[in-house]
């Protein structure tokens, strides 16, 4: 916790299982940077990789050298994770050549397989049942998104039509307090037509997410819906 940042203020609790078929229950807090809330919808899928790890560290989890499985709770998202990751002398490997993009150095791979994950707070994938919807932006206008809850709620908007590229860095973004406060202001109309709140003010701290991408050139959009405030 701490930061200063959303993506550096949370909290993760570990604990015995609540349900059949998990090994620990996992429950996410994320913090808010500038007043006292903490908000315990959604989850993070980067703290979702130390859940395992830590399990056995901790014993909470018996694991063989080799390769573990820990089956995740999500109390959250009442969601069900496998998480694999090897295992040396019966603790959690951090060594190996495994790499992500844009992180330096390697380590030790650790799986995730998200079992199911549509409907995370949603009433499914998809809650207005279309691919493709129109939001009504005031003092933007008609934006096209992808309503999308696959393990967390996100809206997914073409970067271009908020004139960006898609490869703009997180400083850039957060430098134009004009553009922070229009993605903001997407997302919760986004949250309101995905049913998880009435109002834009009562949309959560951490859901949905809102995602700026370049969308490949490969024709016409499918069939818009229109949704707004009201819904879909």
Not at 58 to 64: D, F, I, P, S, W
Not at 174 to 203: K, Y
Request: aromatic share 4%.
């Amino acid at each position: 916790m701490g930061g200063g940042i959303s993506s550096l203020s949370k909290g993760v609790i570990i604990g015995p299982p609540t349900h059949p078929e998990a090994d620990v229950d996992y429950t996410f807090a994320q913090v808010s940077v500038d007043k006292p809330v903490v908000d315990w919808k959604g989850n993070c899928g980067n703290l979702s990789s130390a859940v395992g790890p830590f399990a056995v560290d901790e014993g909470l989890v018996g694991a063989a050298d080799g390769e573990a499985l820990v089956r995740i709770h999500q109390v959250n998202t009442q969601k069900i994770i496998h998480a694999r990751f090897p295992v040396r002398d019966g603790r959690a490997e951090i060594r190996g050549d495994f790499a992500i993009a844009g992180v330096a150095g390697t380590g030790a791979r650790i799986r995730l397989d998200f079992l199911s994950p549509g409907g995370s707070q949603c009433a499914g994938l998809l809650p207005t049942g279309h691919a493709v919807d129109v939001l009504d932006i005031p003092g933007f206008g008609p934006l096209r998104a992808s309503l999308v809850d696959a393990a967390n709620p996100a809206v997914f908007v073409d970067a271009r039509d908020l004139g960006l590229t898609g490869a703009e860095g997180p400083d850039a973004i957060e430098a134009r307090a004009d553009l922070m406060a229009l993605l903001d202001r997407i997302r919760r109309i986004g949250g309101v037509a995905m049913g998880l709140a009435a109002t834009e003010g009562a949309v959560s701290l951490a859901n949905p997410r809102v995602a700026p991408r370049r969308r490949a050139d490969r024709g016409p959009y499918p069939r818009r819906q229109r949704a707004g405030p009201g819904g879909p």
